[in-house]
């Protein structure tokens, strides 16, 4: 059972453009919301984190944007660039299980120069 | 400060064997959490190991199987390989810091192909 849901899959963004991921989660009691970003050959690095008291991070071209009562969040890449292009993950974790945490099943994004 | 490492990078078995993999976390990082990865399923968290102890375990077969020794270094043991266990094994360690969360550090991970 997924407990937090990623789309699209797959994304193909031009140079320049908007890349937009959503996640989703069912479980109330995550607090911790963290995006990675993985490239080939390589583990997962955090890339930004949210947490449900704000609706909106940004960290220079990345933006998360948090929708509690949904339980949506998702991540926006800005003036997407061909070295974005790599697989994206959304996670959650429970403080109730420490650093146990539940990725979303991940989107491989293709930045066309 | 050198980043996490995993041994061996790549391993091939066969239906049956068994395998241990070998992580070192950043050093002073004391929590180890190794995460199964294949396409389609994302990562699945396996088990955390903290001050030798363990101390959350995914949902897992007992064919799974971990350890922490006193230096943070961890190993996971997977017995009676299954074709289904080929995967990418990451191993992630963090520093804990008593907040509910802590960014976790990722290895390069284990790429395990069972024949």
């Known amino acids: 059972q997924q407990q937090v849901k990623q789309s699209p899959q797959s994304l193909i963004v031009q140079k320049g453009g908007i890349s937009i991921i959503n996640c989703a989660y069912e479980?109330?009691?995550?607090?911790?919301f963290p995006w990675y970003q993985q490239f080939p050959g390589k583990g997962p690095a955090l890339l930004i984190a949210?947490?449900?008291?704000?609706s909106e991070k940004k960290e220079g071209r990345f933006t998360i944007s948090f929708n509690k009562s949904a339980k949506q969040f998702s991540l926006h890449i800005m003036d997407s660039q061909p070295g974005d292009s790599a697989t994206y993950f959304c996670?959650?974790?429970?403080?109730?299980?420490?650093?146990?945490?539940?990725f979303g099943t991940g989107t491989s994004l293709t930045v066309i120069p | 400060k050198a980043g996490v490492t995993q041994t061996p990078r790549y391993l091939i078995k066969t239906r049956g064997q068994q395998v241990t993999l070998s992580c070192s976390p950043i050093?002073?990082?004391?929590?180890v959490s190794w995460y199964q990865q294949t396409p389609g399923q994302g990562l699945q968290f396996l088990f955390e190991?903290?001050?030798?102890?363990?101390?959350n375990k995914g949902n897992f077969p007992g064919r799974f199987s971990g350890r922490q020794f006193s230096n943070s270094r961890s190993e996971m043991n997977v017995s009676t390989l299954e074709l289904g266990d080929s995967a990418l094994y990451l191993c992630?360690?963090?520093?804990?810091?008593?907040?509910?969360?802590?960014?976790?550090?990722f290895g390069p991970g284990t790429r395990l192909t069972v024949l």
């Open positions: 992630a360690s963090s520093f804990p810091t008593g907040a509910s969360y802590n960014e976790q550090f």
């Open positions: 479980n109330t009691a995550f607090d911790y």
């Open positions: 949210i947490r449900p008291d704000v």
């Open positions: 996670a959650a974790s429970n403080p109730n299980t420490g650093n146990q945490f539940y």
């Open positions: 050093s002073g990082h004391r929590s």
């Open positions: 190991y903290f001050s030798e102890t363990q101390r």
